[in-house]
């Protein structure tokens, strides 16, 4: 190749980088110019609020002359609406699809489900579906997230949703909620189970109160945040199961256990902690691959004759798995 050859070839070359380098600006520039004014975009936040009657669910109370005619008269105000009954209808399905917010489940003493949304209309999306059954049971679907719009860089995001659930309503948790944080308070209802997949947050999970009933199966799937679970005893589920990637798992087993459980908790790439009741009778087995374990049980021998027993299977990869 001759020398004016060569240079030809080295001059086409440097037009050529030059040429994918100018490109490779023009694409950036264009998009810091979308993402600019997506984050300039005037938000159109607004509040609702809507409320369901769920098939076959009827809250009855207590009139002030029936008061007057029973044993605890002296000790309830007339006044007072006191619930007869704690559970009724078939009962259905809460299904929840939240994604990119601040979400919430609280008892109510109300009769209808309700939900209390404040977002922002332009990029997001509430929807509610409620189906039922010919045999009286229902299914009630909650969904929020995006509009499908293209969101660079973050933006703002300040949307809540609260779920108010009725004491006595009888229903299953099912569904996912991701990309955020959650607060879901089910003590004092009537869960028959849950069954939930938890994303990419900061997620609870708790039981302040005893349930109506003993639960059928409590269920996570979670990864990529933290998960915190509390007093789950006071909802005695007879099986539990709980999956967790990359993140932290937190179990708290303490509570008002009524029923024995089998428990199986699977971790990796993350940390993994039991806490468990000093009340029950405890058989567990925890293993470890490429990770620390560590137990602490309760003495055996203080355990009350009788009480429930919890039979722990727990197993983590990469990370720590602890009970105490």
Same mark, same amino acid.
């Given at each position: 190749?001759? +020398? ?34 997506? %984050? ?7 509040? =609702? ?13 207590? *009139?002030? #002359?029936?008061?007057?005619?029973? =044993? *605890?008269?002296? *000790? ?25 917010? =601040? ?8 009769? #209808?489900? $309700? ?12 929807? +509610?579906?409620?189906? $039922? ?28 949703? $609260? ?45 302040? $109160? ?10 996570? =799937? ?36 009524? *029923? ?7 971790? %990796? ?50 990370? #720590?798995? %602890?009970?105490?």
């Amino acid at each position: 190749m001759s +020398e004016k050859e060569s240079r030809g070839c080295l001059k086409t070359g440097l037009l050529g980088c030059l040429g994918v380098f100018g490109l490779g600006v023009v694409v950036m520039l264009g998009l810091g110019g979308l993402a600019f004014l997506d %984050s300039q975009r005037a938000v159109e936040q607004v509040t =609702e609020e809507t409320s369901r009657a769920v098939p076959g669910f009827e809250r009855r109370t207590a *009139t002030a #002359e029936q008061l007057a005619d029973a =044993e *605890t008269v002296e *000790t309830v105000p007339t006044s007072l609406e006191l619930p007869v009954e704690t559970t009724q209808g078939a009962g259905g399905t809460l299904e929840l699809d939240l994604q990119m917010g =601040e979400f919430s489940i609280v008892p109510s003493d109300g009769d #209808e489900i $309700e939900v209390v949304a404040d977002y922002d209309q332009g990029r997001f999306a509430l929807e +509610e579906e409620l189906v $039922e059954d010919g045999d009286g049971r229902w299914r009630y679907r909650v969904s929020f997230g995006n509009k499908g719009r293209l969101r660079l860089f973050g933006g703002r995001v300040d949307n809540r949703v $609260e779920i108010r659930v009725p004491r006595g309503l009888r229903f299953a948790l099912v569904g996912e909620v991701g990309m955020g944080q959650s607060e879901l308070e089910l003590g004092g209802l009537s869960p028959q189970l849950v069954d939930l997949e938890l994303r990419m947050g900061d997620h609870r999970v708790s039981f302040a $109160e005893p349930t109506a009933e003993p639960m059928e199966s409590f269920d996570l =799937e979670a990864s990529m945040g933290s998960v915190r679970v509390a007093d789950l005893g006071n909802g005695s589920p007879r099986s539990i199961s709980a999956q967790h990637r990359m993140g932290e798992l937190r179990m708290g087993l303490e509570g008002q256990w009524l *029923t024995d459980s089998d428990v199986r908790v699977r971790c %990796s790439m993350g940390e993994c902690g039991v806490r468990v009741p000093d009340d029950v009778n405890i058989d567990s087995r925890a293993r470890v691959v490429m990770g620390d374990k560590s137990e602490r049980l309760p003495d055996a021998t203080e355990v009350p004759a009788g009480a429930p027993t919890l039979r722990l299977d727990l197993s983590g990869a990469m990370g #720590e798995v %602890s009970v105490r």
